[in-house]
């Protein structure tokens, strides 16, 4: 008889906390890398309303890796996300592919993305930073590091 209650308070154990953090979970996880994928698809087709739905234009940023052409010095850039994505005002004619490498996500109010993307010329690696806020994710810091395609 002990046995047999032992093992029930495990079972339920077990299955009452698995399922429920599963549900919360999976929407979560889905929603971050919607919003991930909303920016790579904005980007590539120039569309300024799917980037507007991914980054957080009002206190979101991108740090980039500068060098200098003359010195060769290396400095950070920061950029407005709302600047950024002026960048993008036309569809690519080019082939842009993308995969999500990892998404870690703390307590279903902030998330980090780690994204891979190619274009014909160039590979990106991306770490994008998101806030959930007023129930929707969005993309508060990009960080990247480029490399050209020989």
């Known amino acids: 008889m002990k046995l047999f209650s032992i093992t029930m308070v495990a079972f339920t154990l077990l299955f009452s906390s698995f399922s429920r953090s599963e549900a919360v979970t999976g929407e979560e996880y889905q929603a971050v890398v919607d919003t991930a994928y909303m920016y790579f698809n904005g980007a590539a087709k120039g569309d300024q309303e799917l980037l507007?739905?991914?980054f957080d234009q009002e206190f979101g940023?991108?740090?980039?890796?500068?060098v200098d052409s003359d010195t060769?010095?290396?400095t950070i850039r920061t950029v407005p996300l709302k600047e950024f994505s002026g960048y993008f005002k036309n569809a690519t004619k080019d082939k842009w592919e993308?995969?999500?490498?990892?998404?870690d996500i703390v307590d279903n109010k902030m998330a980090m993305v780690k994204m891979d993307f190619h274009t014909p010329k160039t590979h990106?690696?991306?770490?994008?930073?998101?806030?959930?806020?007023?129930?929707a994710w969005r993309?508060?810091?990009?960080t990247f590091v480029a490399k050209n395609k020989l």
């Open 52 to 54: 507007a739905k991914a």
């Open 61 to 66: 940023h991108v740090k980039m890796i500068r």
């Open 72 to 74: 060769k010095e290396e």
């Open 98 to 103: 993308a995969n999500i490498l990892s998404v």
């Open 124 to 135: 990106y690696v991306d770490y994008l930073v998101m806030y959930k806020r007023q129930n």
């Open 139 to 142: 993309i508060v810091t990009k």
